[in-house]
C-alpha cells in the first residue's frame, strides 16, 4: 500500500511539474498579448487623440488593470519632472518589469526598443513604427502559440511517462 502511494505521488509529481511548464508558455502567451494591447493603445493615442507619447504614457497609467501601469507612471513623472530622459527612463522602468516575467530575450527586446523606434518623428511616423512593432509583436504571438500547442502536448505525454517510469523503476 505504501509503494502504491509513493508511485502515485510520483506520478503526480512528474505531471505538476510538466503543468508548470506548459503554465509558462501560457504566461508568455498573455505578456505578449499584453504588449499588443500596449501597442494599440499608443497607436490610439498617438494617431487619433494626437498626443505625445509622455502623455500617451499618463493615460495608460490610469487604466488599473493594465499590465504596466505602474511603471508607465513613473516613466511619465520622470520625463515630465525633466528628471531624466525617456529612452533611459522606459529601459530601468521597463527592464525592471520585464524581469518578473517568463518571456525570452527576443520577447522583451519588443518592448524594451520601444523608444529607439519611435525617435522625434512626427504623429505619422510614430504610427508607422508602432504598427511595425505591433506586427512583430503578433509575430512572435503566432510562433509562440504553434510552439505551445505542439510543446504543451509533448511536455504532458513526458511527464506523466517519466513519473510512470520512475515509479516503475523504484519498485
Same mark, same amino acid.
Given at each position: ?5 509513493g =508511485? ?13 511548464? =506548459? ?5 508568455r ?18 494617431s ?12 495608460l ?7 504596466f ?39 522583451k ?7 529607439? =523606434? ?17 506586427r512583430?509583436?503578433?509575430? =512572435? ?6 510552439e ?24
Open positions: 500500500m505504501l509503494q502504491l502511494t =508511485c502515485v505521488l510520483i506520478i503526480a509529481g512528474c505531471a505538476g511539474i510538466a503543468a508548470v511548464i =506548459c503554465r509558462d508558455y501560457n504566461s502567451l498573455d505578456t505578449l498579448m499584453v504588449i499588443r494591447d500596449i501597442y494599440e493603445e499608443f497607436k490610439y493615442y498617438i487619433y487623440q494626437k498626443l505625445t507619447v509622455p502623455e500617451t504614457l499618463l493615460r497609467s490610469e487604466k488599473e488593470r493594465m499590465l501601469s505602474g511603471e508607465f507612471y513613473e516613466i511619465y513623472e520622470t520625463v515630465h519632472n525633466g528628471a531624466g530622459n525617456f529612452p533611459e527612463t522606459w529601459e530601468s522602468q521597463i527592464g525592471k518589469a520585464l524581469a518578473h516575467t517568463t518571456l525570452n530575450e527576443k520577447e527586446k519588443l518592448l524594451l526598443n520601444f523608444p529607439s =523606434c519611435l525617435g522625434y518623428m512626427e504623429g505619422g511616423a510614430q504610427t508607422g513604427a508602432l504598427e511595425e512593432l505591433q512583430q509583436t503578433v509575430n =512572435c504571438i503566432e510562433e509562440l502559440s504553434m505551445q500547442k505542439n510543446k504543451n502536448k509533448m511536455v504532458m505525454s513526458l511527464g506523466i511517462a517519466g513519473g510512470v517510469l520512475v515509479s516503475i523503476l523504484l519498485l
